[in-house]
Nanobody, 120 residues
Framework: QVQLVESGGGLVEAGGSLRLSCAASGRTFSIYLMGWFRQAPGKEREFVAAINWSGGSTWYADSVKGRFTISRDNAKNTVFLQMNSLKPDDTAVYYC?????????????WGRGTQVTVSS
């Protein structure tokens, strides 16, 4: 399995920026996609962004396009989520997750999450 640890969450005012990091360890050689999800209080978990570990292709939810940027540092086994122009409805626990080569399309490994709170 892959172990994931998120960091960088916190409290920020609307319009501000925040950068999240997710450090992976364990069987990192098996990573295919690294992605970010979020879950707001009382809401379902939703997809935010993902990046292909080898090719670098990215995908974004419509709600964050133009504001968030996902990137990775393969040498450090780390994925980042740069969040700009933050809105109060971005408030959520943000989770890092990975798909593995042996189980295509399945986000099997998850971090514990990091809280992002955006004030009005």
């Amino acid at each position: 399995q892959v172990q994931l640890v998120e960091s960088g969450g916190g409290l920020v005012e609307a319009g501000g920026s925040l950068r999240l990091s997710c450090a992976a360890s364990g069987r990192t050689f098996s990573i295919y996609l690294m992605g970010w999800f979020r879950q707001a209080p009382g809401k379902e978990r939703e997809f935010v962004a993902a990046i292909n570990w080898s090719g670098g292709s990215t995908w974004y939810a419509d709600s964050v396009k133009g504001r968030f940027t996902i990137s990775r540092d393969n040498a450090k086994n780390t994925v980042f989520l740069q969040m700009n122009s933050l809105k109060p409805d971005d408030t959520a626990v943000y989770y890092c997750a990975v798909t593995r080569n042996e189980t295509p399309g399945r986000y099997n490994d998850w971090g514990r999450g990091t809280q992002v709170t955006v004030s009005s």
